[in-house]
């Protein structure tokens, strides 16, 4: 089954405490990307990555790092999380070549930081 | 960078109405126009998209439109149910400069049966 997970669903951490969120899609997508949500904002990006060692700034990338040493694998890191980071994170992940631009999104990560 | 807005942040309306979603970009250069679904508590999806050569496109109950000159375009749906109830988000990306996409603030439109 085509899909995009990511992992964990629900985290709850401290201020400052590094933490990983992990994103894996198994549909052989070049392009990656990573979301945040939140009320009255929609979906803005933080980084994303046209291909492997490929990565750029989105719209909102302060405090948060990215890698993409495998095609499938789009880890987020976030190294010192302050409260303004709790919210619900989008990765997705979409085939740049060909004519389809549809972007498939994993389930989300709801983060809490206290 | 492109600039994105959506209106309204919320509609309601009564089943079997029409909604209509409005959006206005800021970069000439975009030219892929996709809106999204989200349902309560779950991931956004692809409903529909438009590309700028296009000036409307349609799929059963809902269709999109797209003004090149005025830098706007419409997400319509008609005969409204229940399960339409939802958050949709506008997109605008340029595709030839393929990278950012940029999405609307989102419309939360609520059915009433």
């Known amino acids: 089954e085509a899909q995009v997970t990511q992992n964990p669903r629900y985290l709850i951490t401290v201020t400052g405490k590094k933490l990983t969120v992990t994103c894996s899609q198994n549909?052989?997508?070049?392009?990656m990307s990573w979301y945040r949500q939140d009320p009255g904002l929609g979906l803005r990006q933080i980084y994303y990555?046209?291909?492997?060692?490929?990565?750029d700034k989105g719209d909102v990338p302060e405090g948060y790092k990215v890698s993409r040493k495998e095609k499938r694998n789009f880890p987020l890191i976030l190294e010192s999380p302050s409260p303004n980071q709790t919210s619900l994170y989008f990765c997705?992940?979409?085939?740049?070549?060909?004519?389809?631009?549809?972007?498939?999104f994993g389930p989300g990560t709801r983060l809490t930081v206290t | 960078g492109e600039n994105v807005e959506q209106h309204p942040s919320t509609l309601s309306v009564q089943e079997g109405d029409s909604a209509v979603i409005k959006c206005t970009y800021s970069?000439?250069?975009?030219?892929?126009f996709p809106w999204y679904k989200q349902e309560l508590g779950k991931r956004p999806q692809l409903i529909i998209d438009?590309?700028?050569?296009?000036g409307e496109k349609k799929d059963q109950r809902i269709a999109v439109t797209l003004n090149k000159t005025a830098k706007h375009f419409s997400l319509h749906i008609t005969e409204t149910q229940p399960e339409d109830s939802a958050v949709y988000f506008c997109?605008?990306?340029?595709?030839?400069?393929?990278?950012?996409?940029?999405f609307g603030s989102g419309t939360k439109l609520n059915v009433k049966p």
């Open positions: 997705a992940s979409m085939r740049i070549a060909g004519t389809n631009y549809e972007q498939y």
């Open positions: 549909m052989n997508h070049e392009y």
């Open positions: 990555s046209m291909n492997v060692e490929v990565t």
């Open positions: 970069d000439s250069a975009s030219n892929y």
């Open positions: 438009i590309r700028s050569n296009v």
């Open positions: 997109a605008a990306i340029p595709i030839v400069n393929f990278n950012k996409f940029y």
